[in-house]
């Protein structure tokens, strides 16, 4: 359906023309073409009769969907197949995935492409010696999955990772092979905690200590002045967590840096937001590594199916180490930039205290929003406990974008109907400045709360503290796409993402959303300055749409 029809399917994210959709799988590239695998339910827009998905693009941005590349179709995987990876096996693209297999156990299977001549890579073949990793010994059948995309050592070895849960503790499992078929587990996980349930979707990668390109995952080739990261995906908060350390062949462990506690609640997260199995890949075209991520609906089942569809992924991002070696910083990828349309500025703006500004002239439900904040002095900042360190959407949660604050709240009111009536929605996205012991501090927010007024809607609120320096020059900055019932927020230069699903009630009788600024705290708050360009409409598989595949048959 277009966005005329249903107010609440994005015009620039990738999502299927209908049905059912989650974790992103084996994203690549390869002959000319970007490709997505992704958690695909081809029958409706719930969760079940799980298959991969298949999506080609030109510039990750515009996508032709095709057939389904892998099914339900063999013992092995008869009762699902599921999130996995590809791999560059001498050249050629190879499939590592989880399935249920006929006893009910959680395997790891192989697949190949069918026809080596086809760049869209649309048919694929499951050997009869499927599986090729077997949940054997104290791994629990139940808890066992998700290959991570394979890497080549020194040792001529093949090595992949796979999450798990032994005997209540967290794993990422280590499996090593000479030929990619088959596999045995090494002796000791890549990595463990014992204060975790599940990990799910690992993903791990190098990064650069003096660049932002990307690197591919050869040990071989990334030697010297890197980095590792390893994410997972803890099921039991349903959030994605990293690590940065050092990854260590001849052990072949992953050894996170000083500083990580063996508990999850202090290690960064890819998204504060509303995301989950997040998945990177090594963009070989323009020397960068670049991450999707699930975005799930969270409005009612019923919606789901009145809809048609469920779920989404984030905009492509670009990530890359931060110069101070401890955090990621993502980015939307500039192919972006392609969709922007009429723009609007604000440069040297002064907000006053208590003051909101339209940002008008621009359709502001689908909007790409760059905005730089300076702040007078910090004397202002409100002192805070050190136990919102930990929970910090705790924090978000107790506050509102309307309490007057020492220095904020400022930033952001997105798919607001009348600011001022009594019926309002409204989603807020902004900043106060904290005094945390000795150091100041920046904390997001992306506060929900009144952003629906629709029935069966979920409207948490998420914070987090921004990994920037306020004190040194005294501005931050916020990026926001909107995009319909998406909004995706970028704090500090991507230092802090916060991913929302926004479903306002105004859209439904066709009131135009608005866009504000804002600044509720007691100090004047200066725009240096502001960009807003509304966006156009991507081509994202529409049925019967062939706008790619005519150049490669």
Known sequence: ????????????????????LNDPCGPLYYKGLYHFFYQYNPKGPLWGNIAWGHSVSTDLVNWEALDVALDCTDPFDINGCFTGSVTFVAGEPVILYTSYDDKKRQVQNIAFRKNVSDPLLREWTKPGYNPIMLPEGDIDPANFRDPSTGWFGQDGYWRAAVGANLEGRAEILLYKSLNFVNWERNEFPLHKSQNCGMWECPDFFPVSLSSKDGLDLDPSVNTGNIKHVLKVSLAETFQDYYLVGMYDEKKDVFVPDEGYEDDYKTWPM??????????????????RRILWAWVNESDSVADDVKRGWSGIQTFPRAIWLDTDAKQLIQWPIEEIKSLRKKQVQLCDFQLQSGARYEISGILTSQVDIEVEFELQSLEGAESLDNSYLLDPSKLCDEITPFDKGGIGPFGLFVLSSDINGAQEE??????????ISDRYM??????????SRREGVTKPAYGAFVGVDISKDKRISLRTLIDHSVVESYGGGGRTCMTLRVYPKHVLTGQTSGLYVFNHGSQEVKIRELNAWEMAKARVNIENDDFISKEYI
Not at 4 to 19: C, G, L, M
Not at 442 to 451: G, I, P, T, V
């Open 1 to 20: 359906m277009a966005n005329e029809i249903d107010p609440d399917r994005t015009a620039f994210h990738f999502q299927p023309s209908k049905n059912w």
């Open 270 to 287: 890819i998204d504060y937001g509303h995301i989950y199995a997040s998945k990177s890949f090594f963009d070989g075209k323009k020397n």
């Open 426 to 435: 409204h989603t807020a996205i902004y900043f106060r400045i904290y005094k």
């Open 442 to 451: 920046a904390f997001m927010c992306s506060d929900l709360k009144s952003s």
